[in-house]
């Protein structure tokens, strides 16, 4: 479309002796610059975007301080930037018929310039549709299924509470019984604090006590699940619903009695058609019975429930779960004077919001959210200024046939169907030609995409193809507003 654009320059370049090497030397100079600029734009997009990844997101990705544009960096993407200046230079000269240059000068352009075939610059549309429909329907997928992860429920609250762990300063560690008295008056000490509601000796529910062989004492049949030690207070304080049953008591708690609860994942496992309380699950070292059964909570980033099995803590816990009041904050040297005004033997090593824990969990969720989205408004741009750059070109070609219809009587509204009629059918062939791009990679790849495509997708298909349509629709008629809100007079002139 440019070289089409500089036919008149190229001739006169021809006309004062200039060869077609000279002709292709001006077109790699002009492509060059192109090319050189967007690799200048390109590398200060990079280095704001290492210099805000190491600012925001050391804790999440490793390493990130090491990245940076280094030699090798600058020297490929110079390189890039050559062979593609080249490319786009030797496309552009393979277009020109130096021969026809002669009768363009004399002619005065007069319907006698290069031109880019009507063939071609179907199949330009068909290729830019194809790819910004696939695309585009890959990102909002990505989009759509990192939105749900983000707001898929847990099944337990995560405002206002926070973790407490302790590691211990001295040579060993305390026996059991002689950590109950100081756990026990550190509790105490914490729920004294005015921005403290409750203290709970439980780890926090993003963290579990691990993996445990449990034995169905009734079938002898074998399981592995993760198990969780919280005291009476746990559940209530995070809101996780009792399904049937009872929670633990206080005396469970001091006694250490062998009862457990189960959520009703693992419930309907051990009982899949009655009730799963009474039941007896032995651990290794004798049956423990079940006295509850909870609703089920999910993790960050996870699609399906797991089974979970909760036995009573000790006393001595060194974990917490801290429910705080609302709005209220805690800070760590308030937990450090607090643990220090009871004992010198432990320190504080994590204290950790569950907010924060939940939102680092789900950081490649937000990451995928946010790429995607950015990246499907990019391709949305890119797509809108190629399609006008293609359609603006055909339509100025078109320009003595658009005034020639105005003057014998088209209306506004005629010329933008004519228009929008001759390119619907690329556009469409694009977007088949995405589906079948789409097809096959479902079949090439359907193990690996079997748990992205469902019928749920199908809506975002069709909001894809809306959008594309819609943006065909936008580059049929801008550049045609330059000739319908004229009198056809001025293109007939145009035209000369």
Sequence with gaps: SRTAEQQRQ???????????????KTLFSQTSQLMFGSVISALVIAMVGFYVMQQFLSQQLPRVDELSVNGFTLSCALVIALVLALAFARLSASMINYKALNSTLQSSGKGT?????????KIL????????????FVNISLLKDAISSIEQPLGFKTQN?????????????????????????????????????????????????????????ATNERYVVPLKYVDDSYFQMIEQPLIE???FSAADIKDQTDVMIVNDVFAKTLAPSGSALGKKI??????????????????????????????????????????????????????????????????????????????????SQYTTAITSAILALLTFFLAGVGLYGILS??????????????????????????????????????????????????????????????????????????????ISLFACYWPLREFINRPAIHSLRGSD
């Excluded at 310039?113 to 610059?121: E, P």
């Excluded at 549309?125 to 585009?136: D, F």
């Excluded at 004519?418 to 097809?439: E, F, P, Q, R």
């Design 161 to 217: 509470l926070t973790s407490l762990s302790l590691s211990v300063s001295a040579t060993s560690m305390p026996e059991q019984d002689a950590l109950i008295p100081i756990i026990s008056e550190l509790r105490t000490k914490l729920i004294e604090l005015p921005q403290i509601k409750a203290v709970s000796l439980s780890r926090s529910p993003f963290n579990s006590s691990g993996q445990r062989a449990q034995t169905n004492v």
């Design 282 to 363: 032995d651990f290794g070292s004798g049956p423990v019975t079940i006295i509850g059964v909870v609703k089920g909570t999910n993790h960050p980033g996870r699609s399906d429930v797991p089974m979970q099995s909760y036995r009573p803590n000790h006393l001595s816990s060194t974990a917490m779960t801290i429910e705080l009041q609302p709005g209220a904050t805690l800070s760590r040297e308030q937990a450090v004077a607090v643990l220090k005004s009871v004992t010198s033997q432990f320190t504080v090593f994590d204290l950790t919001a569950l907010e924060t824990t939940k939102a680092r969990l789900l950081f």
């Design 393 to 470: 070109y055909s339509i100025q070609l078109r320009s003595f046939e658009i005034g020639t219809r105005m003057a014998i009587g088209a209306k506004r509204r005629d010329l933008i169907l004519l228009i929008i009629k001759d390119n619907a059918s690329a556009i469409a062939i694009g977007v088949t030609a995405s589906i079948i791009i789409m097809l096959a990679l479902y079949i090439g790849y359907s193990e690996q995409l079997a748990d992205y495509i469902s019928l749920q997708l199908l809506p975002m298909f069709v909001v894809t193809v809306v959008l594309i349509s819609m």
């Design 113 to 121: 310039g290069i031109q880019v075939s009507k063939n071609i610059r």
């Design 10 to 24: 190229l001739a006169i370049h021809a006309a004062l002796g200039g060869t077609k090497r000279d002709l292709f």
């Design 245 to 247: 049953g009872n929670y």
């Design 125 to 136: 549309i068909i290729c830019q549709v194809a790819i910004v429909t696939t695309l585009v």
